[in-house]
Structure formats: C-alpha cells, structure tokens
C-alpha cells in the first residue's frame, strides 16, 4: 500500500510543473477573467462609473451571444477612488488574489504609473486605461496599450491648427504643475519647436490653486493671442472665469481632461467659445446613427441614465478587447492576445472616431483628435474630420 502511495505521490510531483507551465493566469477551458480598478466613489466617479459599465455592457453582450471560442468573461471591477495607495491595494487584489488575464481601463494616470510595473512583471497586459498618458503606450512595451490620441498629441494637433489655419502668433500658457500638465505641455512645445516658435509667456499652478488673476494679468501683458491650458474641470473652469472677467476675449484651447459636459454646462455661458482638443466625439445624445441610437438605449436601460463621453470610450474599448480575443483562437495565450491586438488593422467604432491601427511596434490605436468648441452650453464639433501634426 505505502509503494503505491509513494508511487503516486511521485507521479503528482512530476506531473505538477508541467501542469502549472501548460496553464494561463486567468483562463481556463471555459472563462476568462479580465479586471478593472476605477473611480467608482471618488473625485472622477463619472468618469470611472460610465466607462466601466459601457465594458460590463459589452462583455455581458459577448457572454449571452455564447462567449469567445466557447469562454464567457468573468468581469471584476474595483474602486480606486481615485486614489494610488487604493489603487495599488485594488491591482494586487486582482493580480494575485483574482488572477485576472488582463487588466483594462484602469482609472487614472498616476495610479496607472504606480502599478505598472508590478502588473507588467506578472505578465499581466494594461489595456485601454483611462488616461491620455503617454506612459500608457511608451516607451514601447509588448504589454501596454494605447487606446487614442494622448494629451502631448491633442496638445500637438491643436497648436499646429491654431497657428497654421488661424493665424495665431502669440502663444501662452497655463497649466498644472503636475505630471499631467507636463504631458500635456511638452506637446505644446514640441509643436512650437517644430514650427520655429516659443511660447510667449507661460505660468504654472497646483491642482488645488483657485486664484488666478496674477496669472491672467501676466500673460495679457505679453499680449497673447492664444492660451493654452493645462487644466481639468475644476481648474479650467477657473482659468477661462478669470480670463473673462478682465473682459479679454482670447482664444483658449484644452484637452480631453477638459472636454466634459461639466465645463461646458456652467451657469452664464462662462465657457461660451472655449475649445478643446478630444481623441474621440462625444455623439451619443445627438447622434442619428442607428447603432449609437441603440447603444444608448440599452445603456440607459442597463445602467438607469444616460451614456457620457467616458461611456462611449468604454464601448469601443472593450470592443476591441473582445475583437483582440477573438483573433486570438481557441489557444488563449497572453502571447496569443498581443498577437491578436498588435491584428487590429483600420478599425471604425460605431461613434465616428479615428481609425484604430495597432502592430508589433505601434501600441497606439490613433494619434489624431478632434476640435471643438462650447456653444450654448454644449460641446460643439468644429470638425468632424480628425487632425494630426
């Protein structure tokens, strides 16, 4: 009896590795498991909560047409509140404790920034996060992927098109002493250097600043005729209050960090005529294409309110993640995977956004946006054919 149970015992021994290198975190012959850390309660919650949804309500379609090579998503989703010590507590929950195949949209660029690199030392992708960041996508990294235009090429774009289609000569700026303003400012200045220009004039300020009436006087005295900002909501709204009240009626241009409903709805049209640059339209409540129209019926119906911007990019993300799995086959691999995204040749969501390209050493879907403009109390297209630099 004792030789059998040794015998057996062996054979487990030997047999166990071999198993264990056959296997794939968070795939087995009938789920694969994908997860998310997100803003669900905290600061950028509208962001956070409608993106994730729109992903939920993609893979939950996907799982009732049958799944993906005979496997359902099993979807996880944690809240960040907007916060990294949250969001690092949330990845390693859903790295070792979940096991998840890959990680998507996860909320935030300095929390993506935080766990990256243990997500990626795991071998676990980082997918579409919810960030212009460039870090999302460079340096080149078979793990990292980009979904559209980051803030350096909206900022790029948008100096490009002000000083070759509109004439400006003067340019300023202000933006936020952070990681994100910087990004978003080397974009400004690349394009500036290209064109063999410099910023006139240029002042910095912190997230939580609220004054900023030095700041507007500076650069009125370096008689700007075009500002560029490098805010959010909150501080961008600040910065085009300031610049209206002096009675100044500059040109002032953003990003996608400022292309929200919530600076485009302040009370008495403040904001009238501020432009941003933006990856992807936001074409939901206006759209009369019968796929959008459908889109936000069923979120509605799912969710209990209307999609925003941050839905829609939701939505074509994830439909490319499940078209990524799909190329992928039946041998889901997290080679497999990258193999079946760096596929995606010339893809067109549903909303009108640029092309999505991807390859072995572009891991940016698009690097074009779009201008737009706040016009009685909405974001307005200026165009709807994106522009690059």
């Not at 212009?132 to 090429?153: C, I, N, Q, T, V």
Request: net charge neutral; glycine share 8%.
């Amino acid at each position: 009896m004792r030789s059998r149970l040794l015998a057996a015992a062996i054979a487990v021994a030997l047999t166990a590795p071999a198993m264990a290198a056959d296997s794939v975190r968070g795939v087995t012959d009938n789920e694969i498991v994908i997860g998310t850390y997100t803003d669900l309660s905290g600061v950028t919650a509208m962001w956070g909560v409608n993106n994730s949804n729109a992903w939920r309500m993609v893979f939950d379609e996907t799982n009732a047409a049958g799944g993906i090579n005979g496997r359902k998503i099993k979807y996880i989703v944690e809240d960040n509140q907007y916060q990294v010590p949250r969001s690092v507590q949330a990845a390693n929950k859903l790295i070792n404790r979940d096991g998840v195949f890959v990680m998507v949209a996860n909320g935030g660029t300095p929390m993506n920034n935080a766990t990256m690199p243990e997500q990626l030392a795991k071998g676990v992708p980082n997918v579409f996060p919810l960030t212009s960041a460039r870090s999302m996508y460079e340096p080149l990294h078979h793990l990292k992927f980009g979904l559209a235009s980051s803030y350096y090429d909206q900022m790029r774009a948008g100096v490009k098109l002000f000083v070759e289609q509109r004439g400006k000569k003067t340019i300023c700026a202000m933006s936020e002493d952070t990681d994100f303003g910087r990004d978003v400012m080397a974009g400004a200045k690349d394009q500036l250097a290209a064109m063999n220009l410099k910023l006139a004039a240029e002042t910095l300020h912190k997230p939580t600043d609220t004054d900023f009436s030095a700041s507007v006087a500076r650069l009125r005295d370096a008689n700007c005729d075009l500002i560029l900002v490098g805010g959010i909501v909150r501080d961008s709204v600040q910065i085009i209050s300031a610049v209206r009240k002096t009675g100044w009626t500059v040109d002032m241009l953003g990003q996608a960090a400022s292309y929200d409903e919530a600076v485009a709805e302040v009370p008495g049209g403040i904001t009238e005529g501020f432009y941003s640059m933006t990856p992807v339209l936001y074409v939901a409540a206006s759209s009369e294409s019968p796929e959008v129209a459908k889109f936000a019926e069923k979120y509605k119906k799912d969710f209990g309110k209307e999609p925003n911007f941050a839905a829609q990019i939701g939505y074509t993300g994830a439909q490319l993640v499940v078209q990524a799995l799909k190329n992928s086959g039946k041998d889901l691999t997290t080679d497999s995977f990258v193999a079946g995204l760096e596929s995606i040749k010339d893809w067109h969501d549903i909303f009108g956004s640029p092309p999505m390209t991807f390859s072995a050493t572009k891991h940016q879907g698009s690097n074009q946006s779009f201008l737009c403009v706040v016009k009685g109390g909405h974001w307005i297209p200026v165009s709807t054919t994106p522009v690059g630099y």
